[in-house]
């Protein structure tokens, strides 16, 4: 049977995800600074943990393949580990444009939500550098 909102619990899930992002203080642009300045762990025990969960899932998807929502076997991304110049320049960019706009991509849509409407500003940047490598990709070393 097929739902009449396939995607209703993805918007539920990030909901509930933006909730929790909020109260753990992860979107503040104070526990921001405090992280790229090193007065404070927070930030780290979160990334620190989400790293953690991530690699256990990882494992757990891989043994034995996990379905999708569709019944078909997960795709997961081939075993590289992102070494050389590429991967430390990417990483590079991303973190200045961490620190510069005191927030990473991924709350920026709930930092909009709740008033801060400045990051419109970094969300549409965001959009135009992801914009940009697209069109760029087929002549970009990989």
Do not use: D, N
């Given at each position: ?10 918007l539920?899930?990030g ?28 930030m780290?025990g ?30 997961l991304?081939d ?12 990483g ?11 927030a ?16 419109i500003?970094?969300v ?12 760029l990709r ?5």
């Open positions: 049977m097929t739902s009449r909102f396939p995607l209703f619990g993805y539920l899930l909901a509930a995800f933006g909730i929790i992002l909020t109260k753990a203080e992860v979107i503040s642009w104070f526990r921001i600074q405090e992280m790229f300045r090193f007065q404070a762990f927070h780290f979160i990334i620190g943990s989400a790293i953690a969960v991530a690699a256990i899932a990882r494992l757990l998807l891989k043994r034995p393949p996990a379905p999708t929502l569709c019944g078909e076997p997960a795709p991304a075993e590289e580990t992102g070494r050389g110049y590429r991967f430390w320049l990417g590079g960019i991303f973190g200045i444009g961490w620190a510069l706009t005191g990473c991509p991924g709350p920026l849509f709930i930092l909009i939500g709740g008033g801060v409407s400045v990051m500003v970094a549409l940047s965001a959009l135009a550098g992801t914009w940009t490598y697209g069109y087929s002549r970009l070393p990989h």
